[in-house]
């Protein structure tokens, strides 16, 4: 899967809507303390929680994981 699939959705609303509100915040406080290249490191981080999860052989069902990432159904 392309990372172009699915991290434009992530990085453009730095992870709102995305991310439950208090890990959003704290990515927010690290991107103003070290700038915006922190953004692909929370990215990396994300996908490192969700490695167990990306071994779906449905590219569908892969987007759709990706795309709502951290948010409700944790």
Same mark, same amino acid.
């Given at each position: 899967?392309? %990372? =172009?699939?699915?991290? %434009?959705?992530? !990085? =453009?609303? !730095?992870?709102?809507?995305? !991310? %439950?509100?208090?890990? $959003? ?9 070290? #700038? ?5 490191? =929370?990215?990396? =981080?994300?996908? #490192?929680? !969700? *490695? ?5 052989p449905?590219?569908? *069902?892969?987007?759709?994981?990706l795309? $709502?990432?951290? #948010?409700?159904?944790d």
């Amino acid at each position: 899967m392309s %990372p =172009a699939a699915y991290l %434009p959705d992530w !990085l =453009a609303p !730095l992870f709102l809507d995305h !991310l %439950p509100f208090e890990a $959003c915040a704290r990515v927010w406080d690290v991107i103003f303390l070290e #700038g915006d290249a922190f953004l692909y490191r =929370a990215a990396l =981080a994300v996908l #490192g929680v !969700l *490695e167990p999860r990306l071994f779906f052989p449905d590219k569908k *069902e892969l987007l759709e994981l990706l795309r $709502c990432v951290l #948010g409700e159904e944790d």
